[in-house]
């Protein structure tokens, strides 16, 4: 039922309601001094959200002198999000409230170059257990999911990725919309991982972020000005394939040679130490071939721990290697903070300490007077909180929620909403 009466009282509403999400004004004294409006507009637009069940009555706040204000909140609660964060050879998946806290999560091993509709599917499983065991009763307002490649952002489709055979040019929207009654929207795995630290990570300053993942692949993402920087065709921040080497062996997954990734990201640190346990070189990490079959970033940091020579001279050269590359990077774009995620970090220290100091004495001087460089702090779900956050960012857009606002959900909206904002 429609229970606000024209479209000027839809937008001051959704003006409204973004103030209380952000935190910007949650009393109505301070509604009316955010947006200049009158008591009687802003009393009339706050008990709109309490009937559309987006907004709720919350406590008393302090007094400024007489009687003390009430504030108004977000119900966060409202609505439901689902959020996935594909990788190579893995996939993150969860299920939020409105303001991305996670009520459950799954994890599972996949194999991008399976193919979409496998890989998919596989998704669509963790999701649809989400839902049974923490989504009854509440509406799903949106969905996000990230991929190890590029994405045009305006349609959600798979743009000539290097790592993901048979993915090129796939709709991820439109497979999950022929599933879910919401808006779906697909960016780059690294990108949401960027978003997540810029929003969630400690500490959280405002300042241009450079994320950089090293897991199986390499690749980057740079968030300036709170916005996500995705460049033209959506190929920004795939340093995973910059060329840092001339040696023709140093064959990538892309089929390009010399590649960043090919000669420092995980699955070519698995090759070069499976090679040196097989030739008998590191005893240590010849015993967990033999164990599973396969190194693993924790095998090969418990052999950094361990004093292993071999699995050491590894690390470090990645790290440096990688640490080279981003050093140009923080030349050009002048980063606040570099922050370091993925599988590398379960190798242990070496890489961050080798990596960091790489970036600070290889970039120049006044690019790194007052760059911070961390690790990623949120434990591995950077993926799946950024995929969350994506969606509720572009719910509550300004240009987005008028066109739903007045319904108290996004539900029927999905189309709307993914034209509307797509920028």
């Known amino acids: 039922m ?10 001051v509403l959704a003006q409204l309601v973004d103030l209380v999400r952000t935190g910007r004004a949650t009393t109505r004294p301070d509604l009316e001094a955010a947006t200049g409006l009158g008591r009687k507009v802003v009393t009339q637009r706050i008990k709109d959200g309490l009937d559309l069940g987006v907004l709720a009555e919350g406590d008393l706040a302090p007094s400024q002198g007489g009687r003390a204000p009430r504030t108004v909140r977000f119900r966060a609660e409202a609505g439901l999000i689902l959020a996935a964060c594909l990788g190579a050879s893995e996939c993150d998946a969860a299920l939020t409230t409105l303001d991305g806290q996670v009520l ?65 040019d796939f709709d991820v929207r439109a497979w999950f919309r ?18 997540a630290e810029w929003h969630r990570g400690t500490p959280r300053e405002g300042r241009d972020l450079l994320y950089v993942k090293v897991g199986t692949g390499i690749g980057s993402g740079l968030v300036s000005g709170g916005r996500l920087h995705r460049g ?6 795939d340093i995973g394939h910059v060329r840092v080497t001339d040696d023709e062996s140093v064959v990538c997954r892309c089929g390009r040679t010399g590649c960043l990734e090919a000669a420092a990201g995980g699955w070519a640190l698995a090759r070069d130490l499976t090679r040196s346990a097989r030739a008998g070189a590191s005893p240590f990490l010849a015993e967990r071939l033999a164990e599973r079959g396969r190194l693993a970033p924790e095998h090969i940091g418990q052999a950094v721990a361990s004093g292993d020579p071999v699995a050491r001279a590894a690390i470090v050269g990645a790290a440096r290697t990688v640490g080279g590359a981003v ?17 590398v970090l379960r190798t242990g220290d070496e890489f961050f ?10 970039a120049v001087e006044l690019a790194t007077r007052r760059l911070a460089v961390r690790t990623s702090s949120l434990d591995f779900t950077e993926g799946v909180t950024g995929a969350a956050l994506l969606a509720v960012e572009r719910l509550f857009r300004r240009d987005a929620l008028p066109l739903w606002i007045a319904h ?5 909206s999905a189309i709307r909403l993914q034209n509307a904002s797509v920028a």
């Open 104 to 168: 459950g999560s799954l994890h599972l091993e996949v194999d991008i170059a399976d193919g979409p509709a496998s890989v998919l599917e596989r998704v669509d499983t963790l999701f649809t257990e989400l839902l049974d065991r923490h989504g009854r009763g509440r509406d799903l307002w949106g969905v996000g999911v990230g991929v190890p490649g590029p994405v045009d952002f305006t349609t959600g489709r798979i743009v000539a990725p290097p790592i993901m055979p048979g993915w090129d």
């Open 408 to 412: 108290g959900s996004p539900a029927g």
């Open 232 to 237: 033209d065709t959506g190929a920004a921040g």
């Open 178 to 195: 022929n599933r879910y009654d919401a808006p779906i929207w697909v960016d780059n795995d690294v990108n949401l991982m960027a978003l």
């Open 353 to 362: 300490r080798i990596f960091a100091d790489t970036v600070r004495t290889r």
């Open 327 to 343: 050093a140009n990077i923080v030349n050009f774009a002048n980063p606040g903070a570099v922050v370091l995620g993925g599988g």
């Open 2 to 11: 429609q229970l606000v009466p024209s479209a000027q009282d839809v937008l």
